[in-house]
Structures are given as structure tokens and as C-alpha cells.
């Protein structure tokens, strides 16, 4: 597919796409006004056919999908047998297929494992290299264009809705807030061909670094950031969007359980506000420590529009949420005031009754 993106004035490439297009702030500004797009070539397209489609996705992955409608959006991760997150992806169905839009480094072993798990379902799992994904803010001038765009195989627009705006049904949030930022963020992406790639081309664009600042300003997790070998869905409060508790078994259910119901995850999800003095952004993995001791790890760091330089961390549960923490950025230390997005009680949220030990229960006295 043409790259018409990377032919507009000022644009500056990355590894996972264009990073800008002159002046990220700007970018920023009018992207979360909803009049730009951006092109997600850091993003892909896996889509799932088949008159099994909903039923079989639900019995393999955390998310409750029998009972998906056409156009509603949704996510879903692909846990391990301990619980650890092996895949994550954007779902929206248009009636016909069901649409997973993963991050780039991720599909083709999410596709893979999809299609080892066929068995006798009705399925068939395709990765969809033509198609490509542009992102935007609901409510604007971009959003009606990139619905425009987006396309309809079946007869609805291939948009999905991030339900990161609230506690899906069935989720569980653990930041402990009335106001959370991700409710400010109404994101969607919209899946396009060749044609609605260059169509989109037309409107003001913005580069993944802005995008990346309103995600990480919003707590929002994502695969190819916050998630390594040892990842559970509670220590980003995933369970917020991409877990249903009370839905049929699948792989990895019993540590969700478990955790969720009895334990504490054993690392938490933070937001690091950071002294941008000197102008040093940390990358993914800079140790975080308190005093000398590294308690955790950067995942995702921008420069925000309105809050400055900021990043998500994931640290140790033992770390106070008082804590005076600093990120190692080479020889360089950046100073970090913590804002706690999974507080460290986080979990044993259910009510076990305490039981009386057998040496507290009291002897009768008499004969028998």
C-alpha cells in the first residue's frame, strides 16, 4: 500500500511509523480537538470469519463475546496458564467477521496461535497486510471522516470505540478516582483500505507521538508497551476494558480469580510526572528507583501538551505511594512524583469469612 503519509511536509519517520509531522505539540492539540488523524502504522489487522466466530473467541481469550452486537467494540486478551498476557487485541464485529486490531509486533503471533486453536470450530483466522488503521478522537471533524473511510464489508463502517471511557461490563477498575483520565479520551480507530488511506491523507495529520502522549495522560495499557514476561492484566488495571469476571472459562481464569478475589498483584501501574529541566525523556525499561534501589521499570514516556513530561511506570507493590522517586536515564537522574493508577491494595476484593482457630474456641467445663 502507498505511504501517502510520509510524503506530507514536515513528516519525520520512526521505526514504528511517523513519529511527526514538524511540531508534536500542535499535533497533540489538534488531535485531542478531533480534527486530526492519525496513520497507526504501528498498528495491525487480524480478522476472524466464521459462523463460530464470537463463541469460540470467548472460550479462548478474558473477554465475553457471545453476546456481541454488530458495531459494538470491544478487547480481549489472550492470557497464559498462570495469567501472564501473552496477546492483546481491539475487537469490533460488523456482523460477518469479527475485527482484531493488535499492535504491529504482535500479530503475527496472535494469528498464529489463533490458528492453532481452530480445532472443529467454524473459524478461519487471516492476517490482513492490505488494510491499515488510522486513529482519531471521537466528536470531530476527523471522526466523521474517518468513519467515512473505514470499510464495510458487511455494511458497517470497521470502527472501533476504545471502552477504555469506563468500566466495560463485566471489568473491575482499581484506580481509585471518580474522575479517571481515561474518560476524557473517546479514541477510536478506523480500519481502511488503499483508497480511505489516501482519503485520509486530506485531513490534518498527527504523528504516533501524539497519540502516545493522550494515551499514557489517559493510564491506558497497551501490548507493546506495558506488558513483558511477567505481566497479569490487574497490575495496569486491565481488568478495566479487556476482562469479564463472571463470563465462562477460559486459559488463565483461575490466577484473574484469584488475584482479583483473594491476592494482590505484585506490581502496580503508576504515573510519573517528571522534571523536565533537563529536557531528558527516559525510554522503555530506564530503571525507576527509590533512593538507590530499583523498584521498577518505564514502559511508555511523552512530552504532554498540558502536563509536560510523563510516563507510566510499572513497579514494585511495596513502593509507598509517598514514595520520592527518581528514573535512571544513562549517568543522568530524572526526579519523578508518582501518581498511583493501581494502588497497592489493589485486589482481595472478596469477603472471606474469618473462621475462629481451634486453640481461641472456648473449653466447656463440666462432665459430659
Excluded at 134 to 147: I, P, S, T
Excluded at 242 to 264: D, I, M, S, W
Excluded at 270 to 284: K, N
Aim: charged share 25%; with cysteine.
Amino acid at each position: 500500500m502507498t505511504d501517502v503519509f510520509s510524503s506530507l511536509p514536515g513528516a519525520v519517520a520512526s521505526d514504528d511509523g511517523i513519529a511527526h509531522f514538524g511540531d508534536p505539540v500542535r499535533e497533540q492539540r489538534l488531535l485531542a480537538g478531533g480534527t486530526a488523524v492519525v496513520p497507526r502504522d504501528d498498528r495491525a489487522v487480524v480478522s476472524v470469519s466464521g459462523p463460530d466466530r464470537l463463541t469460540w473467541l470467548d472460550s479462548i481469550t478474558s473477554q465475553a463475546l457471545t453476546g456481541l452486537a454488530p458495531g459494538e467494540s470491544t478487547e480481549l486478551l489472550v492470557l497464559d496458564p498462570q495469567g501472564r498476557v501473552e496477546h492483546a487485541a481491539a475487537v469490533v464485529d460488523d456482523g460477518a467477521t469479527t475485527w482484531l486490531v493488535v499492535d504491529r509486533g504482535d500479530a503475527p503471533g496472535l494469528a498464529k496461535w489463533l490458528g492453532m486453536m481452530r480445532f472443529r470450530a467454524q473459524v478461519e483466522v487471516a492476517a490482513r497486510p492490505e488494510l491499515r488503521v488510522a486513529g482519531f478522537v471521537a466528536g470531530g471533524d476527523a471522526a466523521a471522516a474517518a468513519v467515512a473511510a473505514a470499510i464495510r464489508p458487511a455494511g458497517a463502517a470497521v470502527v472501533w470505540e476504545d471502552p477504555w471511557t469506563g468500566v466495560a461490563p463485566g471489568g473491575w477498575q482499581y484506580a481509585d478516582t471518580a474522575a479517571h483520565p481515561g474518560a476524557e479520551l473517546a479514541w477510536a480507530e478506523a480500519v481502511v483500505d488503499e483508497d480511505g488511506w489516501r482519503r485520509l491523507a486530506e485531513l490534518p495529520p498527527a504523528g504516533l507521538l501524539a497519540e502516545e502522549a493522550l494515551r499514557i495522560a489517559a493510564w491506558r495499557p497497551r501490548w507493546a508497551a506495558e506488558v513483558d514476561e511477567r505481566s497479569i492484566p490487574h497490575e495496569t488495571d486491565w481488568l478495566r476494558s479487556a476482562v469479564h469476571l463472571a463470563k465462562g472459562c477460559y486459559r488463565g481464569q483461575e490466577t484473574v480469580a484469584k488475584v482479583h478475589n483473594l491476592g494482590h498483584p505484585p506490581r502496580r501501574l503508576v504515573l510519573l510526572h517528571l522534571d523536565g529541566s533537563d529536557s531528558v525523556l527516559p525510554g522503555h525499561g530506564d530503571a525507576v528507583l527509590a533512593g538507590e534501589v530499583e523498584v521498577g521499570r518505564v514502559t511508555s514516556a511523552a512530552r504532554h501538551h498540558e502536563l509536560g513530561p510523563i510516563a507510566l511506570a510499572v513497579v514494585a507493590r511495596r513502593v509507598a505511594a509517598d514514595e520520592t522517586l527518581v528514573v535512571a536515564v544513562g549517568e543522568a537522574r530524572v526526579a519523578a512524583a508518582q501518581e498511583v493508577v493501581v494502588p497497592a491494595d489493589a485486589g482481595a476484593t472478596a469477603e472471606v469469612p474469618r473462621l475462629t482457630r481451634l486453640s481461641r474456641r472456648p473449653v466447656a467445663h463440666g462432665r459430659a
